[in-house]
Structures are given as C-alpha cells and as structure tokens.
C-alpha cells in the first residue's frame, strides 16, 4: 500500500481514528509521518507495550464503588475483581450480573455497537444476502435521516430501490 501523502513510499504506518462512531484510516510513509509530527517508534518489546497498557486502564476502586465490588454471580461465584484479573467470565449470566459493568466495556470494544448482529454465510442463496444488505441500507438511510444529511439520504434510498428490483 502507498502512503496517502507522498505517494511514493511504501506506507509502514498505519493510524486508525474513532471519532463519533466514524472510523477513519490513514497509511503514511515513515518519511510523511515525521513530517505530520508522528513519533515513529520501531521494535517496542512487546513487555513494554502490554504494561504500558495496563498501567493507562483505571483501578477498581476508580471504575466501581465500593458496593459493586462486592457484586457476586449467584451461579458460579464470579466477582469483578476476578474477572479484573482473568478477563474471563465465568457463566454466560455474568453478562445479566455485571451488565452495568460490562456494558461500556462491550461498547468500546466493539466500536459502541452492543447488539450482535450476526455474519451471513458465504453458501447462503444471492436473495437472502440481498435482503440483510437492503436491511443494512435501511438502518443507514434511518442515521441519516436523523443527522438531516439528506443528501447521502436520497443517494441511499436510491440504492435501496435499486438493490429490490434484483
């Protein structure tokens, strides 16, 4: 992949921006990525990089009161100290005990979606593929109507029409 600046080099740095729920790539050059003021730091040992990240997450006492800590799942005796330290649940009703807690956890890992939407498979027959795709545009054609970008809105519903005549 060329870098989006110079379109010269090949690109070794690649930036991914989450803003409102937008993503955004970038693919520079070491070169342009000076340049934009980017520290490029080459071979950081992989100890370095999982402490620094666990020394950046907040402690229990700052992400839970006092009263949430003592939370217990009734089924299999989880805690939120315990899964603090193995990122594992125990039962799948920790996610009904913990929700609160794991809820914005959910959100930021999955880009703030927190309802499972599923894949489609790659046998399934051209028509059902086509349907989850016009539900997709559906749901986009709803956003934009919301943030009044009827332009894009037009562009979708047309796309809509288009993709029900097949």
Not at 70 to 97: A, E, F, H
Not at 142 to 156: F, G, S, W
């Amino acid at each position: 992949m060329q870098c989006q600046i110079c379109k010269k080099n090949e690109a070794t740095i690649h930036l991914t921006e989450i803003s409102d729920g937008q993503r955004s790539e970038m693919h520079l050059c070491e070169a342009c990525a000076a340049e934009q003021g980017i520290a490029v730091k080459t071979n950081v040992p992989l100890n370095d990089l999982l402490s620094s990240l666990l020394e950046s997450q907040p402690s229990d006492e700052q992400l839970y009161g006092a009263s949430e800590r003592k939370i217990k799942c009734p089924n299999c005796g989880m805690t939120l100290k315990q899964y603090r330290k193995d990122s594992l649940l125990g039962c799948p009703y920790d996610y009904v005990v913990f929700e609160k807690q794991l809820l914005p956890l959910i959100k930021m890992a999955h880009n703030g979606k927190t309802v499972h939407c599923g894949k489609i498979p790659a046998k399934a027959p051209q028509d059902i593929k086509n349907q989850v795709e016009i539900f997709r545009l559906q749901r986009e054609l709803n956003q934009a109507v919301k943030a009044e970008d009827y332009e894009r809105a037009a562009k979708l519903r047309d796309t809509i029409n288009q993709q029900s005549k097949k």
